[in-house]
Structures are given as structure tokens and as C-alpha cells.
């Protein structure tokens, strides 16, 4: 199943469920929000889950771009991408979450064909100021589907303070063999899908209270399930990447793990761009200039001669498209050569820089957090021109 297939049968599905379908919003958040992109779905809906009337009405159902910083580490294994899609329904006020799981259970069962055999939830074991989920547990097992119980894993909030809850999370088998062990055991469970009930509003001092409205927010990765769907084994493999798989290896030989972060951080600066945001020393231009100068780094280490000019128009025309952006594909290659060039005049002085005395030993992490904070030398790059 291609990832527009999956799109418009998940879409299709919550419709005929009486959900209205909204426009998912860019990467920035809606102003006030403190978060420098779009990380879920729920963050353009944060004033409806605060009980603000929706126009379209209290069941919801959209596809949203994201971006998590907090995964930039991450990216190169199996399931992790800088920006992604996440299929996500919402209820305001209206359906609780039992019913969630069930439609859930049934559009990955019956509308997209899976085994149940290869399934397994997670559910809220309860705490020492709030119960355990039963209704959820009451609903998988009734289902028939396996559960495991946790504390941490299974209770959601946005923050310190705000809407919080219980969550059921749904997982997927990867594996070669028959499903075996759980999922906070056998990293073969790939979490594909969350729904979380927003139940409750911790206060400063750490509290819980009722919430007036108890709403339920689901997301579900897009490129995550379209890669399993394809019995790829990883997301890198799924359709949405084909054009990358295509041409990038021609044109920059790469091994695997700095395939998958050039790939990934090139399309996800394309979609920053296609966005709105220009490199910058801080906020959201700067997660755009690290993006750029991780990439480099990486082509650079084997071949300086490589650069962005390189990258085919094809990949940029594809990303802009797939994100429904509209800005020009020439417009989004000379910003990156202009980065890239930025970049290349950093490097001439970080080699000045690296050649004082204080620099010629062994470095400390002292030093190497001067080098970035004063200079804006990464890690990396720090190491390869010491070895040049």
C-alpha cells in the first residue's frame, strides 16, 4: 500500500465515523505555543483540547507535517525522522477512549489488512495518584490482543504543567519470526499508533485535577506504518523515500547510516524552507542551519569537493510537492548553497582557530563546547580537520 493509499483509506475511514477533515497547518506552531515546530498534531488544536469550539465540530481527523528536534540523534535507524507525517483523530468533548481503540483496531485490522496475530497494545498500569486504565485493558482484551502494562510509557502530557492522561499505545511486529516477548522488551514492537486520553490538568505544584472536557488525541506515523505495510525495514525504505534511493547514491557514494541522515536531513531542510524559515544563529533558523551543516559534514568527510549545488532539482521538486508547498524549487537551492557556503568560510577559520597552541593536544569537552558555542564548530568537524 503506497502512503497516498494509506492517507486517503485512514481518511476515508474516520469520515464515514462522522469526523470532518481539517487542513494540517505548517511546521510553526500557532503563536504563544512555546515549541519551535509543530512536533504532533495536537499543538494547531491546543485552544479546541482547551475547550474552545471547533467550527468543523467535535470529531476531527487530519494529516499533519511534524518536526522533533528531539529526534536528530535518533535519525538513521529503522523508525526515526526528523520531519514526518502523522495521521491524527480527535475527539473534543464527544467519544472517550474505548471507542478510540476500537475503530483503531478495526481500520488496522479490517481496512488495511493486518493480522491481528502481529499486534500488541500498552496500557496505563496506574500510579500513586491515578488508577490503571481499565477501560482501555477491558477493550484489547475483548479483542483478544496481548497487553503490557507500564507507569511512565503510558501517560502522556504536553509538558509540566497542562492537559495530560493515560495512553494505550498500539504495536506492530516487525520481526522474521513470530511475535514474542512485549514491547518495552523487544524492540521488534514498532509503536505505530497512540491514542491518548487527555483526562486531567496537572498544576504547578504537581497535582491532577478533572479536566471539564475529556478529549481524545491519536497520532499514527505515516511513513512508520506505510514501511511495515511494505514489509520494508525501515522507514527509509518506504515509497515516500524512492526518488532519494534513486539518485542520491549515484551521486554521493555513502554508507548506509549517512545515507538514510543525508537523505532525511535534506528533505527536512527543503520542507523548513518550503515553510518559511532562513538559516539563523538561533530558534528555528538555527535547526535549519544544523540540519545543512550535518549534511555537509557528512559529504564533506570523504570528499570535500561535494556540495548541495549537486543535489538534482528532481528531489526538491518531489519534497515541495509531497508537502503541498509552493515555493520555487531554484529558490530552495540557492538558499542551501548559500548556507553552504557560509559554512565552507566557518570551516576556513575554524582551521585558524585549530591551529592556536591551545588546541594542539588532546581535546577537552571544555574545549569542544568553545569551539561550537564561539565558533559554531561541530563535534564532528572538529575531529575530521584535526585529522587533515
Known sequence: MKTEQLVSTFIEYFEERAHRRI??????????????????GMHPLTPYL??????????????????RTTDLEEVGDATHLTVFEMLGTWSLGDYE???????????????????????????????????????????WQDRGVPVELTVEDNWW????????????????????CPPESTPTRDDRWVEV??????????LDEGSLVPLPQRNVDTGLGLERLASLLQGKSSVFECDVFDPWHRLVPTLWPLDEPSLRLVCDHLRSAIVVLGDGVRPANTGRGYVLRRLVRRVLTVLWRDDPSRGVDDLPVQLVEHTLD?????????????????????????????????????????????DFHYLHD????????????RQE
Open 97 to 139: 477512549g474505548p471507542l478510540s481503540l476500537d475503530w483503531g483496531y478495526g481500520l488496522l485490522t479490517e481496512g488495511l489488512g493486518i493480522d491481528p496475530g502481529l499486534l500488541h497494545a500498552t496500557v496505563f498500569a496506574g500510579d500513586s495518584q491515578i488508577g490503571p486504565d481499565t477501560a482501555s485493558l477491558q477493550l
Open 322 to 366: 509531497h508537502f503541498r508547498q509552493d515555493m520555487r524549487p531554484g529558490d530552495v537551492l540557492r538558499l542551501l548553497l548559500e548556507e553552504e557556503r557560509r559554512f565552507r568560510r566557518l570551516l576556513e577559520r575554524g582551521r585558524q582557530v585549530l591551529a592556536r597552541p591551545r588546541f594542539q593536544g588532546r581535546l577537552t569537552e571544555e
Open 50 to 67: 482547551e475547550g474552545r469550539p471547533h467550527p468543523l465540530g467535535r470529531r476531527l481527523v487530519n494529516v499533519q507535517r511534524c518536526l
Open 157 to 176: 502530557s504536553n509538558g509540566p504543567v497542562g492537559p495530560c492522561g493515560p495512553d494505550s499505545e498500539i504495536f506492530l511486529w516487525s520481526g522474521d
Open 374 to 385: 564561539t565558533h559554531g564548530l561541530p563535534r564532528e568537524m572538529v575531529t575530521s580537520l
Open 193 to 202: 499508533w497512540n491514542h491518548v486520553m487527555m483526562t486531567h490538568r496537572r
Open 23 to 40: 487542513v494540517g497547518s505548517t511546521l510553526l506552531p500557532p503563536p504563544g505555543d512555546p515549541v519551535l515546530f509543530t512536533t504532533s
